[in-house]
Every structure is written in C-alpha cells, then in structure tokens.
C-alpha cells in the first residue's frame, strides 16, 4: 500500500510540474509521452489500481479493474479515465483521446477481461 501512494503522490508532482512548466494550472499541458495502454497502464493507473489490477485497500479503497463486469461498457471506464470519479482524478488534461482509448483497450483486454470490442480515439473524442 505504501508503494501505491508513493506512486500516487509521485506522479501528482509530475502532473504539477508539467502544468507549472507550460506557464501555470491554466494552460494546457502538453500529453504524457506514453504511446500504447500498458505503458499509460504502468505510468499512471497501477499506481492505484496495483499492478495485477486488482486495487487495494489502505488510506483509500482502490476497486479492482481485474475481472470487472463494469468495463463491459467501453464508454464506462472511458468517462471515468477523463472525468475522474470520487478518489480518483481526471486525466482529461494529461491523456489525449488516442492515449485515453489505448488504456481502455488495455484493461479491457487483460487481467482477465475479455471485451473484444474496440475503443477508438474518435470515440473518446465524442466523450470528452
Ligand atoms: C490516484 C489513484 C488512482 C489512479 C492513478 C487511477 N485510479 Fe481509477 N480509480 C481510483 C479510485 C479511488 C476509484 C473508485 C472511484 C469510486 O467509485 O469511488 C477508481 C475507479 C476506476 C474505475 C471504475 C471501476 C468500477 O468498478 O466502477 C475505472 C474503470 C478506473 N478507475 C480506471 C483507471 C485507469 C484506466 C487508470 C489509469 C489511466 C486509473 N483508473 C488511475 C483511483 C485511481
């Protein structure tokens, strides 16, 4: 659990440190350099969700993406990576639509999931 926070805690200076770069928290930063959803997986998700996506309970409840029947819905999981929910924040700002849809696809298609259906960065768009 301590590990996942300090993930957590380290990549919430990263993201204020991009946003500080670019000129303050209004301006837009530009998207974290990862190009395939296990990459955007390991940067930034298994922090909370754990390594074998089965989440964690500690200093906060982190739900189990494994084996989950609430992604089977592809715009479920998608809203929920850009809008945040609760104790999880957005990353609207820091993915963009062809990263956001990679990380989708990914979970959606490991730790056993298996929705075949793929989501495309034009659908993200159409979400944001
Ligand atoms: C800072 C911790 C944190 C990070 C980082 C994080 N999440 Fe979450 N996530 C949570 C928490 C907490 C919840 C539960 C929100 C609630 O319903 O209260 C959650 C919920 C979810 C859900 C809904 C699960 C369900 O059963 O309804 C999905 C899907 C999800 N996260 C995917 C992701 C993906 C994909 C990433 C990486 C892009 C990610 N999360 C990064 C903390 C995090």
Do not use: W
Request: charged content about 15%; proline content about 9%; aromatic content about 8%.
């Amino acid at each position: 659990m301590n590990g996942g926070r300090l993930t957590c805690a380290a990549f919430t200076a990263l993201a204020m440190n991009a946003a500080l770069a670019q000129g303050g928290p209004f301006a837009k930063p530009p998207p974290l350099p990862y190009e395939n959803g296990e990459q955007v997986y390991r940067a930034i998700c298994q922090g909370c969700h754990m390594p074998d996506a089965k989440g964690a309970q500690g200093a906060g409840t982190y739900p189990a993406l494994a084996e989950n029947a609430r992604l089977a819905a592809a715009p479920y999981p998608a809203l929920v990576v850009l809008n945040g929910k609760s104790g999880m924040p957005p990353f609207r700002r820091y993915l963009d639509d062809a990263q956001v849809a990679a990380v989708v696809n990914y979970v959606r298609t490991n730790f056993g999931n298996r929705y075949t259906d793929v989501l495309s960065a034009d659908d993200v768009k159409k979400l944001r």
